[in-house]
């Protein structure tokens, strides 16, 4: 730098400016005269060619692949994929003797619910506690309810008495939910229903039963099928006045409810 300068003072015709802009132009460092920056950047067009010819040849290779396949292998492909479809459902002889779909829906197990010869009666429970078990007595209650009949649903979580019931009819076998009978005969669970729904031979056992007006909600209870109790307002308690002592309410259930007199009649 200092014989710059020195040089500068000594010649005293150089233009400082000029010089300065020569010094820092960095691209005369990095390009040689001979090249210039507009030689290193290539074409867009140069892109779209290399481009355009990749296409070309995947095109070319799926066209090869394809072409490979004869008529007779889409024939099996596709015959297998029939079968693979028809498998995932059960054949009606390995859902065992609850279901016969030429007997509309049920037969002769042995196990009646008297009383219910002109109902739907369907046992479940409300609580979530296994989620399979409520998402089955879910699946079924909708089921049926997209037929707008009406059900008689016994949820054995709201009423310890269901729970006997249901378990004085099996006896002592381990009893899943939900459980369906139709007509006073029972039908199975939840996957004999969702079957019957698939195979259109639900459509055919509810024929007969009178159909409720669509949005129907019972004004009483709300369809939830339960009222407090109006004995003891569901304290579970009531005052004898001659003893002078509380004592326990026979008209309700454990929860203080009672059955909707409208829809569980």
């Known amino acids: 730098m200092a014989e710059f300068e020195n040089n500068m003072e000594f010649t005293g015709k150089s233009k400082p400016s000029a010089v300065a802009s020569s010094f820092f132009n960095r691209s005369l460092t990095i390009h040689s005269s001979k090249s210039s920056p507009k030689d290193y950047v290539q074409s867009p067009s140069r892109f779209y060619n290399s481009f355009e010819s990749m296409k070309g040849k995947v095109k070319n290779l799926c066209?090869?692949?394809?072409?490979?396949?004869?008529?007779?292998?889409?024939?099996?492909e596709s015959q297998s994929q029939l079968l693979t479809q028809a498998s995932k459902f059960k054949?009606?002889?390995?859902?065992?003797?609850?279901?016969?779909?030429?007997?509309?829906?049920?037969?002769?197990?042995?196990?009646?619910?008297?009383?219910?010869?002109?109902?739907?009666?369907?046992?479940?429970?409300?609580?979530?506690?296994?989620?399979?078990?409520?998402?089955?007595?879910?699946?079924?209650?909708?089921?049926?309810?997209?037929?707008?009949?009406?059900?008689?649903?016994?949820?054995?979580?709201?009423?310890?008495?269901?729970k006997k019931e249901l378990q004085s009819l099996f006896g002592e076998r381990n009893v899943s939910l939900p459980q369906v009978f139709i007509?006073?005969?029972?039908?199975?669970?939840?996957?004999?229903i969702k079957q019957m729904f698939e195979t259109g031979d639900l459509a055919k056992v509810l024929e007969g039963f009178p159909r409720r007006?669509?949005?129907?909600?019972?004004?009483?209870?709300?369809?939830?099928?339960?009222?407090?109790?109006?004995?003891?307002?569901g304290s579970r308690k009531i005052f004898d006045e001659d003893e002078g002592v509380p004592k326990r309410c026979l008209e309700c259930n454990e929860n203080g409810l009672i059955r909707c007199p409208d829809c569980c009649s």
């Open 183 to 192: 007509r006073g005969n029972h039908v199975g669970g939840a996957e004999v």
């Open 213 to 233: 007006q669509p949005g129907f909600v019972c004004e009483a209870c709300g369809d939830v099928r339960f009222v407090p109790c109006g004995n003891c307002s």
């Open 91 to 162: 054949s009606v002889k390995s859902m065992g003797p609850e279901y016969n779909r030429y007997a509309f829906g049920f037969t002769n197990t042995g196990i009646r619910l008297p009383g219910t010869e002109d109902r739907i009666v369907v046992y479940f429970t409300s609580l979530r506690g296994i989620r399979r078990t409520f998402e089955d007595c879910y699946a079924v209650r909708m089921i049926f309810r997209g037929f707008r009949v009406w059900i008689d649903e016994r949820d054995i979580s709201m009423d310890s008495a269901y």
């Open 63 to 76: 066209n090869m692949f394809e072409s490979s396949k004869s008529h007779k292998a889409i024939i099996h």
